[in-house]
């Protein structure tokens, strides 16, 4: 039978490693702040959205894992991106909508990287009852398909970004930076640059109608 006071400790130590770290995007990619904004158009296309998430931290020797659990969050920001920007008439997450969209736009967003090196800086910090402050990335790439009806591939994009966290008891004034929001932030910023790229590209169709104006004679 476990000890109390040792499972008091436990607890302390776990609630310890929680606080005392702080998440920041490395900004690997250009902030993304001109993404044109297509509400001025009255025909737009509808799109669905395929989304996966998938993990990969075997330094690339197993296939990654599909994760469902960070899909909600994922579809938060693709949703609040696509009403930012105004870009299409409708939008859906749901694949039994998928033959009534015009287009469907396949985002896979990756984490990658070796737990090797994760677990090593835990464990100096968690030895040195965190006083010694170490460091952690987690790598995402974002790998996006355009496709139309007949479901031909019309673009690929890709786009890669990190955030870093720290771990160590000196962090205790910055525990408000969370990984969730720095994974936002970098995820939003792809997001824009997607959304971005394909409105340079022209491929989506739109069109405005224009309103005659008769002059008085």
């Avoid at 776990?14 to 250009?30: G, W, Y």
């Avoid at 994922?74 to 009534?100: C, H, L, N, Q, W």
Wanted: hydrophobic share 40%; aromatic share 12%.
């Amino acid at each position: 039978m476990q000890h109390p006071g040792l499972r008091l400790t436990y607890l302390a130590c776990l609630a310890l490693m929680v606080i005392s770290c702080a998440a920041f995007p490395e900004n690997k990619m250009p902030l993304v702040t001109d993404l044109p904004d297509q509400s001025r158009f009255t025909t737009k296309p509808s799109v669905y959205f395929a989304i996966r998430f998938l993990t990969d931290l075997s330094g690339g020797k197993d296939p990654p894992s599909e994760n469902t659990l960070p899909l909600p969050r994922i579809r938060d920001v693709v949703e609040r991106v696509s009403k930012e920007a105004s870009m299409f008439g409708s939008y859906t997450f749901e694949s039994f909508e998928a033959t009534k969209a015009d287009y469907v736009l396949q985002i896979e967003i990756t984490n990658y990287g070796s737990v090797g090196g994760a677990v090593a800086a835990g464990l100096i910090t968690g030895f040195t009852f965190f006083l010694v402050p170490s460091a952690v990335s987690d790598n995402y790439r974002l790998d996006a398909k355009l496709l139309n009806r007949n479901r031909d591939v019309l673009k690929t994009y890709s786009y890669d970004d990190a955030i870093t966290t720290w771990l160590g008891i000196w962090l205790l004034p910055l525990a408000g930076k969370t990984p969730k929001d720095a994974f936002d932030a970098i995820l939003e910023n792809m997001t824009r640059a997607l959304f971005r790229d394909l409105l340079r590209d022209q491929i989506l169709p739109y069109s405005q109608l224009h309103s005659r104006v008769y002059a008085e004679s």
